[in-house]
């Protein structure tokens, strides 16, 4: 079946330390790739979005992420983490229509 | 920059009642969405529309109804609530049809069904 997961509920990083958010797609071919991110209370935003060509793609706020065709992965990476990310992070795959994953919730120490 | 913008931000409901939930976004787009969001179930498409005049089926449109009112508005009933319609609503556009660009959202809509 034609899933995207995200295997963290949830992750916990003391502010300055790296981050790296998981996502997995299960699809016959290669999807469009996203990850938005939603603060508390509020609707989601789009950190970046992968459809073709350099597998490493740069967003907004810091954030990377790789797309690796060979694992079915699209990870989400930040050198070092500010409290101000501290949010709930979604992978999302389009291929006939834009489906989420359940969701990473990021809780930053200070 | 309003953007999208959905009413009600907060509706309780008792089962049974109906409801209607507003959307509007200014940006032009062709295509506007529903989706509730659940709790470790990320978010599901209710309905949406490709273009004005056109509605089509999500993955969960069961108990739902949407109209399609101009360009700009996209709204979605609840006819007779249930508990298990208790969920975070969002509306969202984009430029293109299904949605292969950015999605842009509103803020939700938190719907309590008692």
């Known amino acids: 079946a034609q899933s995207v997961t995200q295997p963290d509920i949830h992750i916990t990083v003391s502010e300055g330390a790296s981050l790296e958010l998981r996502c997995n797609y299960s699809?016959?071919?290669?999807?469009?790739l996203f990850w938005y991110v939603q603060s508390p209370g509020q609707g989601l935003q789009l950190l970046l979005k992968?459809?073709?060509?350099?597998?490493l793609v740069q967003g907004i706020k810091g954030f990377e992420a790789e797309f690796k065709r060979s694992q079915s992965s699209f990870n989400l990476r930040k050198p070092s983490v500010h409290w101000s990310d501290a949010a709930e992070y979604f992978c999302a795959v389009v291929l006939n229509d834009m489906r989420f994953g359940a969701g990473t919730r990021l809780t930053v120490k200070p | 920059n309003a953007g999208v913008t959905q009413t009600p931000k907060f509706q309780v409901l008792k089962t049974g009642q109906s409801m209607t939930l507003q959307c509007a976004q200014d940006m032009n787009h062709n295509s506007m969405y529903w989706y509730r969001q659940d709790p470790g179930m990320g978010l599901r498409l209710i309905y949406y529309s490709a273009s004005e005049g056109t509605t089509d089926k999500g993955e969960v449109p069961n108990g739902y109804n949407v109209s399609r009112l101009n360009k700009r508005e996209f709204s979605l009933r609840l006819e007779s609530a249930a508990p298990s319609q208790t969920s975070v609503y969002f509306c969202?556009?984009?430029?293109?049809?299904?949605?292969?660009?950015?999605?842009?959202f509103g803020e939700g809509s938190r719907l309590t069904v008692l």
């Open positions: 992968y459809f073709s060509g350099d597998t």
């Open positions: 699809y016959g071919a290669t999807p469009y």
């Open positions: 969202a556009s984009s430029r293109e049809p299904r949605a292969p660009g950015e999605l842009f």
